[in-house]
């Protein structure tokens, strides 16, 4: 049996302690905001239950709150993470800093901070942003452009003044820019144009300054380990990982149209992991669920393998959305069908690098499509149980939003003997054929508009 769910909840309630937004306060875990991101206490609380487990994995790792929280408690733990964005700064999150590397950082910080409100000093370019007008006023950017070069001119790559203070950048550029991150599909506030007598412009050094204190404060608090984080795939983890773990905590990307690219490319853009848009679309295509541009054009030729198990949940579900009365119903079926099948293989892999009666959590969010249900914690049952795990149990979590059928869950299952070692991955018929009609351009415009919902 696995062990009781730690977790007591009210389910009929968003229970925001389980979401990012409780760790924005909690030292590194609020270093930088993902939306998607899980909370310390969600976490924190399965760890207890589960302190004995020698060695703790995070397919998904996103900012590696799973990794991070086992550090604090002291136990091992691993992060297996697709995006570099993430892997850089997670491996900067999981580090171990001494006081005079923060000491040290600071007083940089000081000196960058001033250099960079003078108008003579090296200049960096603007980063290629698409309307980079809408994100950043003409003060603003300029100041981050010098912010930056001033970072990199004075401190040497590698350097964890650099890595601190290049995390204080980015925290920065956030507060500075007018994205509003009051709603999964970011806005952008109105620019304020006209300074009065009493706002004559920011302070933008000063805002510089509090981020910065900011991170080196969390930097002070150190982990009592030091987890560690990997660039690879989760589909094919046993390659990338070389050894076993008794317990994985994990929120995969939703099947609900959230593009990680999407949130991350202001840093990414800034910090040199994007070259450009069609390079942004690349890297959400290579993601699970990924929409963002020529992922979403991608998706309407992809086809199914017709190796992955497709448990009679997802097929119905798929009959559904693919329905011809649904405008977009062909795209979205094949955005959920190939969801599922990169799921599979993931889960039908991730038994080769567990020990016997490690404990597996899916934390993960259902969607609707054009009213049907995509019932996502059963598909993940029943696919656990396919790939050979035992005692696979769904408990709810949380209300996602205002619409009444979203709900979070918790898919808790044991590996038995059998799990990723005897999956024979049978072709296996799927129900709703590819999309092949109506102009790409359409298809990509309107998918952009239709079935997205927040966690
Ligand atoms: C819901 S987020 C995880 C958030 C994480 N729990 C946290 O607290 O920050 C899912 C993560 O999966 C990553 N991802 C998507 N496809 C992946 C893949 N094939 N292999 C590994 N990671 C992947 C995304 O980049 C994203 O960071």
């Known amino acids: 049996m696995t062990t009781p769910h730690p977790l007591t909840l009210d389910t009929s309630k968003q229970n925001a302690h389980l979401t990012f937004k ?9 270093w930088l905001r993902l939306t998607p991101a899980y909370s310390v206490q969600l976490v924190s609380k399965i760890l207890e239950a589960r302190r004995d487990a020698a060695a703790i994995l995070d397919p998904f790792s996103g900012t590696g709150t799973t990794a991070l929280c086992a550090a604090y408690m002291g136990l091992t733990a691993t992060g297996l993470e697709l995006n570099p964005f993430l892997v850089w700064f997670s491996s900067i999150k999981f580090r171990r800093f001494s006081a005079t590397s923060i000491e040290e950082a600071r007083s940089l910080g000081a000196a960058i901070a001033a250099a960079s409100s003078s108008a003579s000093g090296p200049t960096a370019n603007p980063p290629p942003i698409h309307n980079i007008e809408r994100w950043w006023d003409e003060d603003e950017l300029r100041f981050l452009c010098k912010l930056k070069a001033c970072i990199l001119d004075r401190t040497e790559q590698g350097t964890t003044a650099r890595d601190l203070l290049l995390v204080a950048f980015c925290r920065t550029l956030i507060t500075l820019s007018n994205a509003a991150f009051n709603h999964q599909s970011m806005s952008f506030k109105d620019a304020d144009k006209s300074p009065t007598l009493f706002s004559m412009g920011r302070d933008n050094a000063g805002v510089f300054g509090k981020e910065l204190a900011f991170v080196l404060d969390g930097a002070t608090d150190n982990p009592r380990t030091l987890p560690s984080v990997m660039p690879g795939d989760a589909r094919q983890a046993s390659r990338f990982l070389g050894n076993k773990f008794d317990l994985v905590i994990t929120s995969p990307p939703y099947p609900n149209r959230i593009s990680y690219i999407r949130e991350l490319r202001p840093y990414m853009y800034w910090l040199g992991f994007l070259a450009d848009g069609r ?9 699970i669920g ?12 992809w086809k199914p393998s017709g190796n992955a198990f497709t448990p009679a949940h997802l097929r119905k579900s798929l009959v559904g959305i693919s329905d011809p009365k649904n405008e977009n119903g062909r795209l979205l079926a094949n955005y959920v069908a190939k969801y599922f099948e990169d799921m599979w293989q993931h889960l039908s892999d991730i038994g080769r690098i567990l020990n016997t009666n490690a404990e597996v959590h899916y934390v993960v969010g259902n969607s609707t499509f054009y009213g049907t249900l995509l019932p996502v914690e059963d598909i993940f049952k029943a696919m656990l149980q396919e790939a050979g795990f035992a005692d696979v149990s769904i408990v709810r979590l949380r209300k996602r939003n205002s619409k009444a059928e979203l709900f979070e869950f918790d898919v808790t299952a044991r590996k038995s003997q059998s799990s990723g070692h005897s999956i024979v991955c049978e072709p296996r018929r799927v129900s709703h054929k590819p ?6 351009l359409t298809r990509a415009r309107a998918v952009r508009v239709r079935g997205r919902h927040s966690r």
Request: hydrophobic share 30%; no cysteine; glycine share 14%.
């Open 279 to 287: 390079d942004a679309g690349e890297h959400d295509w290579r993601a």
């Open 290 to 301: 990924g929409t963002w541009g020529v992922a979403t054009s991608r998706l309407a030729d």
């Open 22 to 30: 409780q760790n924005q306060h909690m030292g590194r875990h609020g």
């Open 435 to 440: 999309l092949r009609t109506r102009s790409r």
